[in-house]
């Protein structure tokens, strides 16, 4: 009995030191891992670069060393690599298979990096989602919307997908669509149109000056359509105020902006009159 205390006793003497050991290692790898990180991100070399390619770096290394650091803990556990090369080599397929979604994430992230149709701040569409893209890392997309919803979009979705960015471009044209009534005269609307946007110090007169003209014949009115380019970041400002700003020149110039409306005529039935 007592050589049997005593063999349990060293087993678990041994066997403690080498699990705490390996748990020693997990606890203090990660730790280490989490602040090699934050001297990365604090390199003046890792600032420069975009900031959608930043949380794509720090997403892979962090996932990369901490798999590192789980493997020597399997290793000082005693846990023969052999066998555990052998059993990642036989579990791939299976792996493989059921992650096939986030293989595909992650190269859908590695072509969103490379190919950059948008990047970190830009403000997109894709499907029925819309927003500013916050950040870019190896399986997802996410997006702030204007109301300041979080969505989360698979990388390997969105990079397949048809995608708007609004932000890509320095300047953007605004089209505005106005409804006149056909008793107006054409070149007194056009003229007051103008009148209307010649003051407005968001509008460019390059690559082109304001353009005002007759877009199509309706029901019940005339659509004038207007051009005029801005910069990016004044595109819904200039949109509010240009709105404002013609409804103030029609009324002045008392302008008729129609409403719909419908005309019913009744036929009266002669056999039907006493």
């Keep these: 009995m007592d050589r049997i205390i005593n063999t349990l006793i060293d087993f678990a003497l041994t066997a403690g030191v080498t699990l705490i050991t390996a748990l020693f290692i997990v606890i203090l790898g990660f730790k280490l891992v989490k602040r090699l990180i934050e001297i990365i991100q604090r390199g003046k070399g890792f600032r420069r670069i975009d900031l959608s390619v930043q949380t794509f770096i720090v997403s892979f290394i962090s996932i990369i060393l901490k798999i590192v650091i789980i493997l020597t803990a399997a290793a000082v556990l005693g846990v023969p690599m052999t066998n555990v090369v052998a059993l990642i080599g036989s579990a791939g397929l299976a792996i493989g298979l059921s992650l096939q979604g986030s293989l595909s994430n992650l190269a859908g992230g590695l072509m969103i990096l490379l190919f950059r149709p948008f990047k970190v701040g830009d403000y997109i569409e894709y499907t029925n989602f819309a927003g500013t893209v916050k950040s870019i890392t190896i399986l997802y ?35 505005l669509e106005f409804s006149v009534g056909y008793k107006e005269s054409i070149d007194k609307v056009k003229e007051i149109l103008y009148k209307a946007i010649e003051k407005n110090s ?25 051009k005029v380019w801005t910069l990016n970041e004044n595109y819904w400002p200039l949109i509010y105020e240009l709105k404002e700003e013609v409804k103030r020149v029609f ?22 009159q006493v």
């Design 141 to 175: 997309t996410q997006l702030l919307t204007i109301d300041n919803k979080l969505v989360v979009i698979p990388n390997g979705s969105i990079s397949n997908g048809t995608v708007t960015n609004y932000s890509s471009e320095a300047l953007r044209r605004v089209d």
């Design 251 to 272: 009324d002045k110039n008392s302008i008729e902006i129609p409403l719909p409306q419908l005309d019913v005529h009744l036929a009266r039935n002669k056999s039907s």
């Design 202 to 226: 968001l509008i460019l007169m390059e690559p082109e000056p304001p353009f005002v003209g007759v877009s199509t014949y309706g029901n019940n009115a005339m659509i004038y359509i207007l």
